[in-house]
């Protein structure tokens, strides 16, 4: 009898947890890497945000900006120049090689900053990465592919301004110009969040 007890409490905080899980806000956030509109979204914004909203969402971090792909990826232009592509594929290689939301943050909160190393190789290796895996990524295909890849989503929201932030896949003008400068604000209204870091 306790054992079916157990099990029926198990069960129902396991359904609780999943429950959660699917009802976390999803935040992706499209930008570029020397755009200094990114720099102080993230400097701003999102850096600014405690440890109880980063827990209720999940982000996604696409950098492409206003780049466009040449010959399916066989080189890229960039708003802000070749160092900008060259720093849009470095982050989308680290990105894809750190393991956990936190250390995503941590990364590109060290390298979208006006002091940051521009070509993007000082955070990598203080994000703990494997550096030889992380150049093999930027210097061959699967670095192409995530770019492409970075291309495809953005074309997909067709961005008038960069950095662009979306709740939930759906662009909101509205949304976006408020995220500009109160980002913790829409992540308690929208996640229904109360408390800490919570107007």
């Known amino acids: 009898?306790?054992?079916?007890?157990?099990?029926?409490?198990?069960?129902?905080?396991?359904a609780a947890t999943i429950g959660q899980a699917q009802a976390q806000l999803r935040v992706d956030v499209y930008y570029a890497h020397l755009c200094p509109d990114s720099v102080r979204f993230v400097q701003d914004q999102l850096l600014t945000l405690n440890q109880n909203l980063l827990n209720a969402i999940?982000?996604?971090?696409?950098p492409f900006g206003k780049a466009h792909s040449v010959n399916n990826g066989?080189?890229?232009?960039?708003?802000?120049?070749?160092?900008?592509?060259e720093g849009n594929?470095?982050?989308s290689c680290i990105l894809n090689l750190l393991p956990t939301q936190q250390a995503?943050?941590?990364?590109?909160?060290?390298q979208m900053s006006f002091t940051a190393d521009p070509r993007g190789w000082e955070c990598a290796f203080r994000s703990g990465v494997n550096l030889n895996t992380a150049e093999a990524c930027v210097e061959g295909t699967l670095g192409t592919q995530l770019q492409l890849e970075a291309e495809r989503r953005t074309a997909a929201i067709s961005p008038a301004f960069i950095p662009t932030i979306v709740f939930n896949g759906q662009f909101d003008q509205g949304l976006q110009d408020r995220s500009l400068n109160d980002l913790a604000g829409i992540i308690c209204e929208l996640a229904g969040l109360t408390g800490a870091g919570c107007p």
Request: aromatic content about 8%; overall charge neutral; charged content about 10%.
């Open 1 to 14: 009898m306790k054992q079916s007890v157990l099990s029926v409490l198990l069960v129902a905080a396991l």
């Open 58 to 62: 999940t982000l996604d971090f696409i």
């Open 74 to 85: 066989q080189s890229f232009v960039c708003q802000h120049g070749p160092a900008e592509c």
């Open 89 to 91: 594929r470095v982050q």
């Open 104 to 110: 995503q943050v941590n990364y590109v909160g060290c």
